[in-house]
């Protein structure tokens, strides 16, 4: 199998193809050394283009102009992608009301961003026996950011942290 994936002339394996000439006209099928010099007189190459049929689908064309188009296809779709990252807030049931609002703040630029938002709330020694605080915490943090995200993953307890995962709402045309 070379390199690319695509198997052109003397790599195609089958005896007789399914011959697509330059014009997309169907040559019908055809031995594989008879299409590969009808190719050749043609000064192009014999690609393979659906491996699983029977027989092989096979098209005359010019495989550098192919490759060439393939990979501008696979650039245009990696330009129109979008990553979405996950960011990190902290917060402690002893959070004061400014630094609060200072994070529900990030946490609202990083929806509006288009990234998820993973809300932690961390206990310190004796703080783990109020967690209805945490919950308290995170109830409050999902009704001041309701109108750019909403939850993903319901609030849940592992060892001395309470998570949460917020997601953005989808954008309007």
């Known amino acids: 199998m070379p390199q690319d994936g695509v198997r052109r002339n003397e790599q195609i394996r089958a005896r007789e193809v399914r011959v697509i000439g330059a014009d997309s006209e169907q040559l019908g099928i055809l031995g594989r050394n008879d299409a590969i010099a009808l190719a050749r007189e043609h000064g192009l190459d014999l690609v393979e283009v659906a491996a699983a049929a029977d ?3 096979c098209r005359i064309m010019d495989y550098g102009k192919f490759k060439y ?3 501008k296809k696979k650039q245009e779709a990696k330009k129109r992608q979008t990553i979405v990252q996950i960011k990190e807030i902290k917060v402690r049931p002893k959070t004061d009301d400014h630094d609060f609002e200072t994070k529900v703040r990030h946490i609202r630029r990083f929806l509006e961003d288009g990234d998820r938002v993973k809300v932690t709330v961390f206990f310190r ?4 026996v109020h967690k209805d605080r945490g919950l308290a915490i995170l109830e409050r943090i999902i009704s001041d950011v309701k109108e750019v995200g909403k939850v993903e993953q319901e609030p849940k307890a592992e060892g001395r942290t309470l998570q949460m ?3 953005p709402l989808p954008k309007k045309a």
């Open 69 to 71: 188009e393939t990979q």
């Open 165 to 167: 995962l917020l997601t």
């Open 125 to 128: 020694g004796r703080e783990i």
């Open 55 to 57: 027989p092989p689908v």
